[in-house]
């Protein structure tokens, strides 16, 4: 699998980590659809699936070869790159965006979310009881999902543990975004905005010799969150991954279903025309992340009113729906070069 690759093959596994990236970022939009679509997605749950006793018994006994050949590291290690460096370079470009042109940001999620769906659904004929009650349970609990009031922020690390097994959804499970998941468990910001931003500030003070960190309280405990929630997010990984192996090979067409049902649902989280709702606190005024922004609480949806805002939104949609369209054709091509 790993030595059948061109280098355009490798260059677009990069690409395809940059969007998974910036999809796991959004709330509201899963990673996991990328994968799906995009048409990698049996062989990331199947590459993640091998991380198992085998190949840290292959680790531990220096045979480091052989452990990277065993879990597909050639596949991981391009898709995680792709993701490392959507998280510095796409994911700040997506957050500028979602400041200044928050509308056509999710018009364009809208879309791609629409468009995942009918390309699930398109080459998918086992429709029976069974499977249509796994669509229904899935739509509501995607719509369930997106109507939650949020927690508040607990920064207790085995809660910490919890969100990072829990936050990892999105990349493993198409139509459930864990960073909104995050966003209703109280702790995005604690998790993606300041400890990520306690550990850049560390690094650059380390660099320009200032060790003042080691005697700084707050930043000492937003680093030990980091440190436990990447732990969580990792124990997640593997878990989620060997769970659904193991349902995609005995129950694949109610699995499907489920799929389909959860990004049908995740469309009322990335509806285009809402009002963010901010957390405030007791006084009245709002609450600011480490980075001086507003935290977000949730959402307020409505119909627009037609103008020509609102035409220039459904092109947005219409944009994603065409990338995932290109995707598809890319992924069908793909799977033709390889078998």
């Avoid at 931003?197 to 650059?204: E, I, K, M, R, V």
Wanted: hydrophobic letters at 50%; charged letters at 15%; aromatic letters at 16%.
């Amino acid at each position: 699998m790993q030595s059948t690759r061109t280098f355009t093959d490798k260059l677009f596994l990069v690409i395809k980590g940059l969007a998974m990236g910036a999809a796991n970022k959004v709330p509201g939009v899963s990673g996991g659809v990328v994968a799906f679509v995009a048409g990698f997605y049996e062989e990331f749950i199947y590459s993640l699936q091998k991380v198992n006793k085998t190949a840290f018994k292959l680790l531990f006994n220096a045979r480091f070869k052989s452990f990277f050949h065993y879990i597909n590291g050639r596949f991981l290690g391009l898709l995680f790159l792709g993701m490392i460096i959507s998280y510095f370079s796409i994911s700040k470009i997506l957050d500028y965006f979602l400041v200044h042109s928050e509308l056509y940001v999710w018009s364009l999620f809208f879309g791609l979310i629409i468009g995942s769906i009918y390309y699930i659904n398109k080459d998918f004929n086992d429709w029976n009881y069974k499977t249509i009650v796994a669509l229904v349970i899935g739509i509501v609990l995607g719509v369930g999902i997106s109507f939650l009031d949020p927690a508040k922020e607990n920064d207790n690390l085995f809660f910490v543990f919890f969100c990072g097994i829990i936050s990892v959804s999105g990349m493993t499970l198409p139509g459930f975004s864990g960073s909104f998941i995050l966003i209703l468990l109280g702790n995005y910001v604690l998790l993606l905005v300041d400890s990520v931003n306690a550990l850049s500030d560390t690094f650059y003070e380390i660099i320009v010799g200032d060790f003042s960190v080691f005697h700084n309280s707050e930043r000492i405990t937003l680093l030990k969150v980091l440190i436990v929630f990447t732990l969580g997010s990792v124990t997640g990984l593997v878990t989620f991954s060997h769970m659904l192996s193991y349902i995609l090979k005995h129950y694949k067409s109610i699995t499907t279903a489920s799929i389909i049902g959860f990004i049908v649902g995740s469309l009322g989280v990335v509806w285009p025309w809402k009002k963010t709702i901010y957390r405030l606190a007791d006084d009245g005024g709002f609450i600011f992340d480490s980075a001086g922004k507003k935290v977000v609480s949730n959402y307020e949806r409505f119909i627009p009113s037609l103008h020509s805002e609102t035409y220039l939104a459904i092109v947005y949609i219409g944009v994603g729906i065409i990338i995932v369209l290109a995707l598809e054709w890319y992924g069908n091509k793909t799977r033709k070069i390889n078998v």
